[in-house]
């Protein structure tokens, strides 16, 4: 693996190789006074984010810690970026430093791609082979995110194969409901998106998965229910339904939440708007996997710097 950019450039063994060497890493660190392995030393990571951030930034950091690399965290204020500097010209300036992996997120979608593009290209120029990993290009993917919902799954169910997952709320500008169905349906789950009409993407029909309306009636058959973040900071001109009529409607309520059958996960990526997108009884209750999610991501991220800077491990 050369860059992680997208789900959908993973197959099943791949997908499920990373999990199990997130599943190993996890282990290895268990009961430890000392969370540090050598992997990674000599290795730099440096995390670049144009976007706000306390999950993925901060797991990323932790993760390239753990495996003993350097770590380095570059925000769009305090770089010259903010003196009007390119995504091209910053990404190259850190490769030509030494950078073994750049971790992007940025507002548009597709730029992580086209980093990687520009990296591959200039490879002979900055003299080192950067890696980049999307941790979340607008409207498009969050791929380390889709991995460790798929983690923590795969713990809390025993296997992701034939279950049934439902990602409920604001698909149009979510990146992780993208993520999470590609990633779901190559594992084998079956996913059904519910969503007001005004919320769900053009083309939407062509993802590998059924559309829904109607929260309450899909509940019941569910192995686990993913709720969304509504992503307020993109929607220009206000949203449809209101905020009150998508709680109504949408909200996972303790009412509705006692719909689901008695295994059923419940799962959040943060960060949470707690009142509206789900209830705080629901939130903290047992069956949310929320702060599981968290900590998985860190066994995660690890298992894809690990993939990407040391080689798959045997
Ligand atoms: N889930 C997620 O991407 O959270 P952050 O925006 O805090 O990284």
Redesign the pocket.
């Known amino acids: 693996m050369r860059h992680l950019l997208s789900v959908a450039d993973l197959d099943a063994t791949e997908a499920t190789a990373l999990l199990d060497t997130a599943d190993r890493l996890r282990q290895a660190l268990l009961g430890r006074e000392v969370r540090k392995l050598p992997t990674l030393r000599g290795r730099t990571v440096i995390t670049m984010f144009y976007e706000?951030?306390?999950?993925?930034?901060v797991s990323f950091e932790v993760a390239g810690k753990w495996m003993s690399a350097d770590t380095v965290n570059v925000s769009a204020s305090g770089s010259s970026v903010s003196k009007g500097e390119s995504l091209r010209d910053t990404a190259l300036t850190l490769s030509s430093m030494g950078a073994d992996c750049v971790v992007v997120r940025h507002p548009a979608s597709g730029s992580a791609h086209r980093l990687a593009s520009w990296i591959d290209r200039d490879r002979e120029t900055t003299g080192t082979p950067t890696s980049i990993v999307n941790a979340?290009d607008g409207t498009h993917e969050?791929p380390t995110?889709a991995l460790l919902d798929a983690a923590t799954l795969r713990d809390r169910l025993g296997g992701i194969a034939g279950r049934r997952v439902a990602i409920v709320g604001d698909v149009l500008h979510s990146r992780?409901a993208r993520s999470n169905v590609l990633l779901l349906a190559t594992l084998g789950a079956e996913v059904v998106l519910v969503a007001p009409p005004t919320l769900l993407p053009v083309g939407v029909e062509h993802w590998p998965c059924r559309v829904s309306h109607e929260l309450d009636a899909e509940l019941p058959a569910v192995d686990a229910v993913m709720m969304l973040r509504v992503q307020a900071e993109r929607m220009h001109g206000g949203f449809f339904p209101s905020a009150r009529e998508y709680a109504v409607r949408y909200g996972l309520s303790e009412t509705r939440a006692a719909l689901l059958p008695e295994h059923a996960v419940v799962m959040h990526?943060?960060?949470m708007i707690r009142g509206m997108e789900i209830a705080p009884a629901v939130a903290d209750a047992p069956s949310s996997a929320v702060l599981q999610q968290v900590r998985t991501g860190v066994h995660v991220r690890m298992a894809v710097l690990y993939h990407l800077l040391a080689g798959a491990p045997e």
């Not at 706000?52 to 930034?57: A, G, I, P, V, Y």
């Open positions: 706000n951030s306390t999950r993925t930034r979340g969050h995110q992780v990526p943060g960060p």
